[in-house]
Each structure stands twice: as C-alpha cells, then as structure tokens.
C-alpha cells in the first residue's frame, strides 16, 4: 500500500525516539544516565517543568513498542502511566498491568485494524527493530527525533541499515536549555 493511501487513516503514528550525536539509541549495557539533562547550559533554550511532561505523557493516546523496549521500561519503573500500551511481541507473556495488551503478526493489519479506529494519536517509542519495520512498512506518519548532546562511541543503531532513500519535511524545532535538540518531520506524501 502506497504512504498517501495510508495517509488517510484517521490517526497518527508518531516515531519518537532519541538518540545520541553518533547515531546511538541505547548503551551496550542499557545504562541511562546520558539520557540526564545534566552539563552545560543553552541559554537560548527552552525548558519543560515535570508537570508539563507529564501532561505531554497523557496527551498521547497510546504506546506502542517492542518488547525489548518493554522490558527495559519495566526494568528503570513505568514511564506511561495509565495510558494504553500495546507491546508487539511474537511471545507469551505473563498477566500485565491493566493498561497493556501484547499484540504479534502483521504490523500493516495491527496499525489500520486495530490501532487506528481506536486511538488518534499512537506513539511509536521503539526501540531500533520496531521503528525500522515501522519505517520499512511505510507505516509512520511522523518522525519526532531527540538529540542528545552525546557521543557513545557504540551501541545500539538508531536503524540498522535498509531504509531507503526518501526526504521527509522539517515541522518545527525546539532546542532545550540541557543541550537536547527535537527535531520533528512528516513522512513525504507519495
Ligand atoms: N533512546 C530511545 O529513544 C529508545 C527508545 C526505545 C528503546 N530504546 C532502547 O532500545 C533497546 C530496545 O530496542 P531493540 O531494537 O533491541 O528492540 P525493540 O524494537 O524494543 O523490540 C524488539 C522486539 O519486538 C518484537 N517485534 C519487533 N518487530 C516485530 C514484528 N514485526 N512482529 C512481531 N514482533 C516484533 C520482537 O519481540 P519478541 O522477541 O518478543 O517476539 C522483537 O524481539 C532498549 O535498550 C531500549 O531501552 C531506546
């Protein structure tokens, strides 16, 4: 199915990730500290009180993510709230809070079927193998791309390498008094 066709579900399927100047999404050993606003100041920034996040956090109407970023979220204390959460996974897994469904097999029918007549705003959070499907399926709508003042030197690829050539817009840039930078573009239109 072509992206235009695409682009006239009612919802949208927002790529959020953030990743290191070097390309990285997570450290070999899943560390998070560089991940902390800590270091120098941009005065030119903009800064978000804790408040603010987490009504950001509410407005979005569902998470979706892949279980290796599930499991990491379990592991450092749930981030989400309330607000549903759908893990693809082509595993059984054990009874989980109320707000997350486990869901497998055909990403497209999972998007159209089951995602869009339900939520208006679906967060796609990761990690590197589910935004690359995403991405490969022609099923992102919009990319929202962290940029931590950071080098790794190694770790997890923000994508592993076979995407194709494709230009997306530029939407809107905020950079933030802690360095980070988010970038935020939509998909072309075919
Ligand atoms: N910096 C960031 O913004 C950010 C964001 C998210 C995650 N992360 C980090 O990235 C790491 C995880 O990323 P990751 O790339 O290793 O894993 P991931 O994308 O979170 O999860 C991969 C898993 O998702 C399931 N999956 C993926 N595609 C599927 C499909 N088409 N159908 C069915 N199941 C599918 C599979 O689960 P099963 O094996 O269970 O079948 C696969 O093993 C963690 O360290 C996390 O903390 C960083």
């Given at each position: ?7 006239t ?13 070097d ?27 804790e ?28 981030p ?111």
């Amino acid at each position: 199915m072509s992206r235009d066709k695409l682009n006239t579900r009612r919802s949208t399927v927002t790529l959020h990730m953030v990743s290191s100047l070097d390309g990285f999404i997570a450290k070999k050993d899943n560390s998070v500290s560089w991940l902390d606003g800590a270091g120098s100041v941009y005065e030119a920034g903009v800064s978000i009180s804790e408040e603010e996040a987490a009504a950001f956090v509410k407005s979005n109407d569902c998470y979706v993510m892949g279980s290796r970023t599930y499991e990491h979220a379990l592991e450092l204390g749930w981030p989400y709230g309330d607000t549903p959460v759908i893990v693809v996974s082509g595993r059984e897994w054990p009874p989980a809070r109320k707000s997350v469904e486990f869901c497998s097999g055909d990403l497209r029918a999972f998007v159209d079927v089951k995602l869009s007549p339900r939520y208006r705003n679906i967060w796609l959070v990761g990690g590197a193998t589910l935004g690359q499907r995403f991405l490969e399926l022609g099923l992102v709508d919009e990319i929202r791309l962290t940029l931590a003042p950071v080098l790794l030197g190694e770790g997890l690829r923000l994508f592993g390498g076979s995407l194709t050539e494709e230009r997306w817009n530029l939407k809107n840039v905020v950079a933030y008094k802690n360095g980070f930078v988010e970038l935020l573009y939509s998909a072309p239109v075919a």
